[in-house]
């Protein structure tokens, strides 16, 4: 089974505070993802890794940055957490060719006061 | 920027009924349409996907209809069942490997 885990189901950080998600996956996925999720609005991508140490922006990624240092690890850290940043934070893996489906992660509640 | 548009919002279904949920994308980068379940607390997981060579798709009580003239795609769950009750994702591929997800739906199914 494939298995994408984060670091923490939930999380409350106050504003200002720098803020570290962790995402690690066990089957050897080129891809890997960060997407916000908030209601009535869906999955919104943050940022997208297609290798290690390569990133791209996604649809949403002022206020985050990301690390890929490892291939099975992905970080998305929030430089200065404000309360516009609380949200759902879900974590997602992938082959790389096109086609396949993203393995998600459990999700981080994110609550930033 | 690709668009997908999911509706409804939310969908209440009497148990044994039958549950339809439609998306519709602007364009697409390559042909592969998954649908995503996602119970509460858990994150996304794949329940079904169409690579639209065939217009339909069909696994157990789930089918997705596709429509590429039209750019639509559609769920149907047929015998709804209280498991069933859980919020759904269409995804339309972007450039790349990306997907754009949809807004969701949330599926109640009454017993």
């Known amino acids: 089974d494939v298995k994408v885990t984060q670091s923490s189901r939930y999380l409350v950080k106050r504003t200002g505070e720098k803020v570290f998600l962790e995402c690690v996956q066990d089957?050897?996925?080129?891809?890997m993802f960060w997407y916000r999720q908030d209601p009535g609005l869906g999955l919104r991508l943050i940022y997208f890794s297609y290798d290690v140490k390569m990133k791209e922006k996604g649809d949403i990624p002022e206020g985050y940055s990301v690390s890929r240092e490892k291939k099975e690890r992905f970080s998305l850290i929030l430089e200065s957490a404000s309360t516009n940043q609380t949200s759902m934070y879900l974590c997602?893996?992938?082959?790389?060719?096109?086609?396949?489906?993203?393995?998600f992660g459990p999700g981080t509640r994110l609550t930033v006061t | 920027q690709q668009q997908v548009k999911q509706s409804p919002q939310s969908l209440i279904v009497q148990k044994g009924g039958i549950s339809i949920i439609n998306c519709a994308y602007e364009?697409?980068?390559?042909?592969?349409f998954p649908w995503y379940q996602q119970f509460p607390g858990k994150g996304p997981a794949l329940l079904i996907a169409?690579?639209?060579?065939?217009s339909e798709k069909k696994e157990g009580r789930f089918t997705i209809s596709f429509n590429k003239s039209a750019k639509q795609f559609s769920l149907h769950i047929m015998d709804s069942q209280p498991g069933d009750s859980a919020t759904y994702f269409c995804a339309a591929p972007n450039t790349g490997n990306q997907f754009y997800f949809g807004t969701g739906t949330s599926l109640t199914v009454i017993p």
């Open positions: 089957m050897d996925h080129e891809n």
């Open positions: 997602a893996s992938s082959f790389a060719a096109r086609g396949h489906e993203q393995y």
């Open positions: 169409i690579r639209p060579d065939v």
């Open positions: 364009n697409t980068a390559f042909d592969y």
